[in-house]
T-cell receptor, first 111, second 114 residues
Framework: GENVEQHPSTLSVQEGDSAVIKCTYS??????FPWYKQELGKRPQLIID?????GEKKDQRIAVTLNKTAKHFSLHITETQPEDSAVYFC??????????FGKGTMLLVSP | NAGVTQTPKFRVLKTGQSMTLLCAQD?????MYWYRQDPGMGLRLIHY???????AKGEVPDGYNVSRLKKQNFLLGLESAAPSQTSVYFC?????????????FGPGTRLTVL
């Protein structure tokens, strides 16, 4: 089955800095890669996703890049703000199967 | 729309007790899922359902059973709770679409087994 590795497990940045979270996947047939954000005590929510036929996708301050050859994808957050502090999960899926999540990255943005 | 709701929000059980967690969604989603979340372990899939009357095992199914008698409801049962089942349980639902199946999560149930 699919295996998703996520790094780093924790990330501390100063407000205004950029943050990058990286994930690798094992199944070369995976074709959908979502990112979820989970604030403390809340439910995970989708923030951005990318499909295998696209190399990069942006939505305001967040972007995701995908390298199918290397089987890795990354989340980029620019101009970080304290409200970006949360746990971020990457995931991968092939076709009609189920999502496999990474173990999460706790992002702390200090004012 | 309420989205995905879970009942109860908190529960404390003694070892060996049983309980059922209820998940309900009003988005007419075909797929429903049960995850458990433990510190440092991410979200692990327990069981899932691709439609009314069908269920399938996920990554960590042992000690749990599920039922989906109605499309909008997905029940997770613990027949004989163990301390290792102390966790936060999330239900989720999604449409039946490959490459575009955003999962909508419920608020979670915090379960402690003593």
């Amino acid at each position: 089955g699919e295996n998703v590795e996520q790094h780093p497990s924790t990330l501390s940045v100063q407000e205004g800095d950029s943050a990058v979270i990286k994930c690798t996947y094992s199944d070369s047939a995976s074709n959908y890669f979502p990112w979820y954000k989970q604030e403390l005590g809340k439910r995970p929510q989708l923030i951005i996703d990318i499909r295998s036929n696209v190399g990069e996708k942006k939505d305001q301050r967040i972007a995701v890049t995908l390298n199918k050859t290397a089987k890795h994808f990354s989340l980029h957050i620019t101009e970080t703000q304290p409200e970006d502090s949360a746990v971020y999960f990457c995931a991968a899926i092939r076709g009609y199967s189920t999502l496999t999540f990474g173990k999460g990255t706790m992002l702390l943005v200090s004012p | 729309n309420a989205g995905v709701t879970q009942t109860p929000k908190f529960r404390v059980l003694k070892t060996g007790q049983s309980m059922t967690l209820l998940c309900a969604q009003d988005m007419n989603h075909e797929y429903m899922y049960w995850y458990r979340q433990d510190p440092g372990m991410g979200l692990r899939l327990i069981h899932y359902s691709v439609g009314e009357g069908t269920t399938a095992k996920g990554e960590v199914p042992d000690g749990y059973n599920v039922s989906r008698l109605k499309k909008q409801n997905f029940l997770l049962g613990l027949e004989s709770a163990a301390p290792s089942q102390t966790s936060v349980y999330f239900c989720a639902s999604s449409y039946f679409r490959p490459r575009n199946n955003e999962q909508f999560f419920g608020p979670g149930t915090r379960l402690t087994v003593l």
